[in-house]
């Protein structure tokens, strides 16, 4: 059995991304985030837990 502070772990990522687009008035923003929960109650069982969340802005439209 693995000591005690290593039954329990996690990993969080974050992103961000911007870009001004190809051409004018195209921009985005991207936001991720996963994040990862694993427990090891005994060396024969690791329940893990995962999820994820992302949103994307985009500026599409043409202006006068």
Do not use: C
């Amino acid at each position: 059995s693995p000591p005690a502070d290593r039954r329990l772990g996690g990993e969080l990522q974050l992103l961000y991304k911007r870009g001004d687009g190809f051409r004018e008035h195209t921009g985005f923003d991207v936001y991720n985030a996963t994040g990862k929960i694993l427990y090891e109650p005994r060396p024969t069982t690791r329940i893990s837990f995962k999820g994820n969340a992302h949103r994307e802005d985009t500026r599409a439209t043409s202006r006068p």
